[in-house]
Structures are given as C-alpha cells and as structure tokens.
C-alpha cells in the first residue's frame, strides 16, 4: 500500500517541497523585541517562539504568523494551478482587508479547482469588514505637494475599483507606486487603508520583486512594462494579473519579458523522472525542463480532466472541444504533459507546443459548432503557438512515446531537481566531499534572501545583487549585498545606464543591447558604444602575401610564444598581443606571471606575511591594481577542527591554509594531496601558464592543453592551417566518436562545451568601486557560473582569452564519460549561453556577470558513445581534489 499513502500525503496541505520550513520565518522582522526576532529566526514553529515572544507586546509578528499559516492551508488546496494559487496568495499577502476584486477572482479561478480552497478563504475573509476608499483619504495628507493631495482625495470619493485608484494615483500625482514614497508608503504599509495609519519604513528595494522588474525592463509595449512592473511590487491586485495575462502573456511582442518572468518562476533545469502520470516524460537527464515534479504531474491529469468536459479556459477565451476521451488522446496527454512539465530549450526560453500540433490537434478535436464566427484552428495557434522552429517550440511527437534511454541515467544525476530543500534555502551541488562518519548527501541546503519582500527568487548570501532601482527608470540599478538577515542590504545607487544611446555600424543604427557582427567579430551595443573582441579576421580580398602571413592572432601577431606578465595578472603570448589588447609596455614584463614572484621584494608589513594569491583581473589595472599577493597577520594559533585540507610543494598535508603557513610551508594547490601528482611532470594550462602538476591546475580552475611547459600559442582563427602548435604532441582522445572543440589560443582539443563571453570593462570598473575598490576577477566569475552547474559529472573551468574574451568550459570529470555525461555538459553549456544572451535575471542579477553582453557556445559532438580526453582524472580523484575545497574562490 506504500504507492496508496505516497500518494495520499502527497495531497495533503503543506506537503509541497517548497514549503517546507516554518511559515512564520517570513514574519520575524515585525517582532519589536530583539531577542524575539532572533530566536523567531532560529525556531521551527510558533510553540518555540511562546516563552520569548509575549502575545501582548508582539501583536504584529503574531498576527502575520496566523495569517501565514491559514494561507498555507487555503492555498494549498490549488496545487499546481498556478493562477488559483496566485490569486489565493494574494488574499494573504498584507493583512489589510481583502478587496471584492480579489475574492471574486479566487472565486472564478478555483471554484471548478477546489471547493475545499474556497471555503477556506471565505472563512478567512469573513474576519475582515469591507472597507470604503474613503477609509484611506489620511493617506492623501501624505503627498508632497498640494495638487496631489487634492486629486487623492477626489479619487478616493468617486472612484471605486482598485485598478481606478491606483491608476488615477498614478497619474495625477506623476509618480510610480514605490514603497519609499510616502503616499504610497501609507497604502503599501501593512496596517492598510483604515488603519492605524502608522507606515512601515521599508527599504527601497525590499518591497519589490527585483527578479521580476529586471524582466519588465524588456517590455516592448507601455501597458506591459506598467504592468509588469505592477504585479511585480506589493501592488500586483488580481485585476492587474487578470490585465497582464490578457494583454501580456500571449502577446507576441512580449515573448522576451514573458520567457524572462518564467525563468524567474521556474529556471530551466536538466532532468526529468519519478512522473506517474506524465510517464513519457521519465528517462530524461538531458534535457531542459522547468517544472518536473509530482505536483506538475498531478496538474497535467487534472488538466485533462478538465478538458474532458468540452471546453479549454485559456486567461482570454474558451476552446471548444470534442470529446477527448475519443479524440487524439494521447497528444492530448502530451499537450497537458507539456504545459505543466513545461519542456525549454538553449533557444527559446519559452514552453509552447508547435504550430503544426496545435493546428492538427484543433483540426481533429476542435469542436467547430461552438466555434464563434471567424475563428479557425489557424487563428487560435497564430495566437497561441506562433512558430514551428523546432529549437523554439515543443513538438509533441517527441513526448508521445516513451524515453529511449531506459534506466541508464544514473549516470547522470541531479540533486537540486526536483529542490530538496526548505522555501527559504538554495539547493547547491555537493562539490566539497563529506568528512569521516558524517551523512554524506550529494546536495547542501544553504541559506538565501530573497531579491525583495515579494520576491521568491533566492541567492546567496554575501552575494553582490543587481537591482533595478526603486525610481522605476529603464537602464537604473542598485548594486545590494545579500545579508545575514535574509534581505537585501547596504543598497547604493549606480549612475544609470543610457538605453537610448545608439551605435552606428556600418552606416546602420544599433540599440543598446543589441547584439551583431562587425567581420568576425561579436560585438554588442552597450550604452552607445560598440564593444568586440578583437580577433584577427580573415578577408578573401587580401593578398597572396597576406594570406600567408596571417598567423588567425590578434593585430596579426605572429605565432612565436616569447611570453609577458601583465599587470592583469594575464600571460599573453607575446609583447606584440598583450599591446594588441590596450597594454602600454611599463604595463607588462617579460617572462610568465606564475614564474614570478609577487612577494618579493616583501610588500607587507613586518607583522605580516605575504602570501602569492594570483588572480586575472577584468577591471582597470590603473585605477583598481591587480595585486598577485595577500598580506595577513602570522597566527598564534588555528582552528585545528577547520578541515580544509591543502597540499604544501613537499607532498605534504595540512588540515587548512592557517596550518600550512604557521608551519612555513608553501602552498601547492587545494584539497587533499594526491600521490599521483607528488612525481606529475609540468602541465600548460589554456591560460598560457605552466604548473607543477595537473592538480596545481585544476585546483586554480585551468583546465590541461598539453603536457609539458608552456612554449606554444594556438591559433584563434579557423583559417589558419599553420601555427606553433606544429611542434606540440597532444594526448589523444580516448574515443574517436568524439568530434572537440579547440579554446581559443591552446593547441589541443577536448570534449567539452565551450563559451566566448564578450563583456563590458566600464561595469566591471562601476562593480569594482562599489565594492570598496576590489577588482573583478575571473575566479569570481567561475565561482558565480559554478553554482549554475546542476549536474556533478560536469565542471566548470575558464580563462581570459587573448582576444579579451571569458572563456568557459564546462568539461565532464569522469575519466572516460559516457556520451549521455558529455551531452550533459553540452545542455549545461548551452544554458547558460542562452541565460547570458537572453540577459536573464537568474543570472545577471549577479555581479559581475551583469557585465556579460553576449555569447557563443560551441559543444563537442558525437558520432557513437564515449568520449574522453586522456588528461582527464577519475571522478573520485576529481571529487577529493578539484571538488573538495576551492579556497581560492
């Protein structure tokens, strides 16, 4: 009876993952006592609150607790419905009195969903008196200047509906609902209209879905982009979700916001199983979906009994149908599967079935003497599913049998899908190991805040956020640290970016953020200036004399590796590419950056030590310098309990870095030492630097060219037949199914999926001063990427390439990967391209990837299964080296 009581648990209010946790964590904040608040923070129910928290003096922490903890219950009711639920929340998000708009939508949305949820509101609602607009004429006194006050009061005593008032606010008294104002402070405070009138001082970001405004800022049309910015702040009525969903969320010129938004909901993620409905949707590990899970699949067949009765509720019509029991029932399955599994691809972040299905399944099934006049099966999928481009839309033929792939995806697994973790929690892959004797799960449950109070987008904590500003300005962002209180603090405003400003290329007008060619070249408009990479082009019109000199290097450099140390902390190849990229000479020296030595002579303080930390810098060297060194105070003693093994240059373990330099030790590389790198021969890196060994390399997250030091660059053009490479021996890959990609600037292939980030230096110059003068490096870069990487048989390495462009590569880590691992990196590859070049906020809400512009992705194909390069180590070898501790990052 095991699969009977899953099921029927499942069912129950409350079981969703995604509420796990206490309810009332959301609410500590009210409390007015200090120690109340932290041990609210600390607690798992309102039982371990009660001694600490006294009801007299605490009235409004407990108040949102019970409102919190009806709200769980009622919504609950909804499962995966999502505009049901939507609605349902909204009832609960304030503990004003809810307005008739909202009931009356909970009312039409789930009366056909849940019975149960609708008795539930209503006796939730019954608590509240209905009040007048006239209730809220003290907030008028609030406005700054007179002309406002007045139009308030007259709007309060003549208009009636929500949307009325806020529209009619908005516009006579010429300004955004934002949360600081002290109008809408008075409306947006958690006493509500007719209260005590006493407003919370809220903090200009946290009122707001930060997530959401960045997706309003792609808005193509004025009433999509106020109202996205509407439902996107604690203002978002039902009537203002009811308004987008009619003119928004089907309209094709808002596909970019509206895939943004679903990305903020749900991210796309690989993998998909454990469906009891859904079957043909099991056995999938690499591909993209962004809602696999039980609730989704209970929603599809919830869907289809729905649909059963002869009508599908689209937000702005109804769909007549035929009996569907009889009618294609399988494709219908896939249809329903589909919207609720929701598949996406690299690109089109969008999950809309295609075209073609959605006209043969209406042509079949459609019930036509319903139909009213003029409307076709052709006109309702133009609306609907405009394209039949396989990259961009679903076609069901793939979902209408089962998976080929059986049970082998244990070879690819994915601890974060479906999220095991409480609400409040990021899921992150478990990359550092277990200690001896502890529980050792592939996944750790670490704590976030969310991007503003009506967010439930979450990041890191100490994490550097940007959001768009609370002026409510296109191109205006603040820069916030994510702190130990679980919200978004320290904010400070940086100088707006001009979006109007154009770029002329070629005697064409581009838009800032547009993204194009100039030869071979990726460029990007960014605040009218034009920003490439700077590769060297090949032309069919030069000479003969000139084809034979090209050397594919930028400004024509020849291919002789006579390498110099820039004050970036990048070796370039040669004096003649390092001035390519923008270095003076008194910027850069001869010889490689890891063959000096940036402690001496000793920069630090008697009292401290010096100790190298390099790093390649990404922002200005002249206003931000890239020290290669760190100076701190010589310990009296270390936290001998800290395990953060490291490896000395003698072969020998340390508990921590603090014990290796209080021993006088030099650091080799992180993790445990390996015996197979105590006798490795010298490796070169794709960066152009040669280490001690392969676990020196990866442990500075540098993938392996070739064996041997350096003393080869690689070409960067696919013209060029001839390089230094000649002399080069590479390994061979294990498998010859696997056709490579070559990085930019190495001479040796490798099966991995590869990017070429074009990124602008003046925002990482704007992060790198907010962020008390600390240069942006590529190790933040990766630290931030690496989180994104949700399957542990792939990892993730980079560079900064010759030609100034981000490299990434996202390489399988067992010794000879299946070719279901490579595809897996390919997919986590390809997404992330299509996140960077889709400016979505689950990534570039991250500082410094907000500074990305645009990518290309290249993947290593194969023609039969395995595929491996020789260099690569085992899986358990890589966990304990390159995964267990990533101090440097």
Sequence with gaps: MSDLWVCINSTLPGASKKSEGWVGLGCCELAIDVECRRKCKLASSKNDITKVCKKEFEN????????????????????RHTNCREYCQAIFRTDSSPTLSQIKAVEDYCQTISPQLISCVGNYTKSYPIKSPIDSLYCCDRAD??????????????????????DGLIKECDRQPLPQDPLWQCFLGSSGPGGNGESIDTSPSTGLDGAKLHCCYKANTTICRELCYTVSTNWGSTQSWQEFYQHCEYNPMETAMVNCLADVREPCQLGCKDLAYCTNFNNRPTELFRSCNAQSDQGAMSDIKLWEKGSIKMPFMNIPVLDIRKCRPEMWKAVACSLQIKPCYSKSRGSVICKSDCVEILTHCGDFSKFHEGISPESICDLLSPTDDPDRCIPLERYLSPSSLGNIIEEVIHPCNPNPCPSNHLCEVNRKGCQSGQECLPYFCVQGCKLGEASEFLVHLDALIQVPSSKG???????????????????????????????????????????????????????????????????????????????????????????VCAKNGRTYPSACVARCMGLTDNQFEYGTCRDSDPCSPNPCLKSQRCIPKRKVCLTSISKYPCNQYECVSRPSSCDRSLLDPVCDTENNEHPNLC????????????????????????????????????????????????????????????????????????????????????????????????????????????????????????????QILRLHISVPQCDIFGYLSIESEIVILIVPVDQQPTSLQVEACNKEAEKIDSLINYGSPTLVSHVPLSAFLTSEV??????????APTLSLSFSLFLSLVLTVWVNL
């Design 60 to 79: 409004a922490l407990y108040s949102c607790i019970s409102r919190n903890e009806m709200g769980s219950v009622c919504c609950s009711y909804a499962g």
């Design 145 to 166: 200047d007179t002309h406002c006050q007045t139009a308030c009061k007259n709007i309060l005593r003549t208009m009636k509906t929500e949307h009325e008032i806020i």
């Design 473 to 563: 300005t296109v191109g205006c962002y603040e820069i916030c640290t994510c702190g130990q209180s679980g919200r978004l603090e320290n904010c400070v405003e940086m100088t707006c970016v001009d979006i109007d400003k154009t770029c002329v290329v070629g005697g064409q007008r581009r838009s800032h953020g547009t993204s194009f060619k100039v030869d071979c070249n990726p460029c990007s408009c960014y605040a009218g200036e034009i920003v490439c990479s700077r590769r060297q082009c090949f032309s069919k019109l030069i000479s003969e004399e000139d084809r034979q000199r090209f050397t594919g290097l930028p400004c024509g450099c020849p291919d002789q590796f006579v390498p």
């Design 659 to 782: 014990m290796l330099y209080q021993r006088q030790k030099v650091l080799a590389y992180t993790g445990h030492c390996q015996e197979s790198c105590k006798c490795s021969k010298p490796i070169c890196g794709h960066n152009g630097e040669t280490y001690s060994t392969v676990c020196a390399a990866y442990s500075d997250r540098v993938a392996v060219d070739y064996y041997g030091r350096c003393h080869a660059v690689g070409i960067v053009s696919e013209y060029s037949s001839e390089s230094g490479c000649a002399s080069i021996s590479c390994p061979t890959l294990s498998t010859k199914g696997c056709n490579p990609v070559t990085p930019p600037g190495a001479c040796c292939p490798l099966c991995a999926g590869m990017l070429q980030i074009l990124w602008t230096k003046d925002q990482m110059n704007v992060f790198a001063e907010i962020n008390h003068n600390q240069p942006m490096t590529i190790h933040d870069i990766l």
């Design 858 to 867: 290249k993947v290593s194909t194969l023609t039969f299964s395995g595929c």
